[in-house]
Nanobody, 125 residues
C-alpha cells in the first residue's frame, strides 16, 4: 500500500512563495506519475500540476503556468510543488496523488489511485 504525506503548507502573504513536499512510501514511487490537486470548500478537487514518472514531462493548469513548478526526486521518493507569486485565490488544501498507469497529465481525480491527506495553503491579501 502506497502512503503519501504532504508537508510545507502554511499562511503566506500574497506575492509570497511556498514549497510543498509529498513523501511516498510503500510502493515503487519511481514508476508512478504524480500530480498535485487542490480543493477549497466550494469546489471539487482541481488539478494543479502533474509530472511523469521520470520527470521529463510536466503539465500545469492555466492558473499555475508561470508561477508553479512541479518536480520530483526519485531517489528521495518525493515530489515537490514550488509555488511563487501566490494569490488569495490559491488558498486551498493541496493534495498529492499517484497515477500508476498514466503520465501525470490526467486532470480527473479517478485516474489517481493513491492520495495524501493534504496540506493547507492560505494566502492573505
Amino acid at each position: 500500500q502506497v502512503q503519501l504525506v504532504e508537508s510545507g503548507g502554511g499562511l503566506v502573504q500574497a506575492g509570497g512563495s511556498l514549497r510543498l513536499s509529498c513523501a511516498a512510501s510503500g510502493g515503487t514511487f519511481s514508476s508512478y506519475a504524480m500530480a498535485w490537486f487542490r480543493q477549497d470548500p466550494w469546489k471539487e478537487h482541481e488539478f494543479v500540476a502533474g509530472i511523469s514518472w521520470n520527470g521529463e514531462n510536466t503539465y500545469y493548469t492555466d492558473s499555475a503556468k508561470g508561477r508553479f513548478t512541479i518536480s520530483r526526486d526519485n531517489a528521495q521518493n518525493t515530489v515537490y510543488l514550488q509555488m511563487n507569486s501566490l494569490k488569495p485565490e490559491d488558498t486551498a488544501a493541496y493534495y498529492c496523488a499517484a497515477d500508476v498507469i498514466g503520465d501525470g497529465s490526467a486532470w480527473w481525480q479517478s485516474e489517481y489511485r493513491y492520495w495524501g491527506q493534504g496540506t493547507q495553503v492560505t494566502v492573505s491579501s
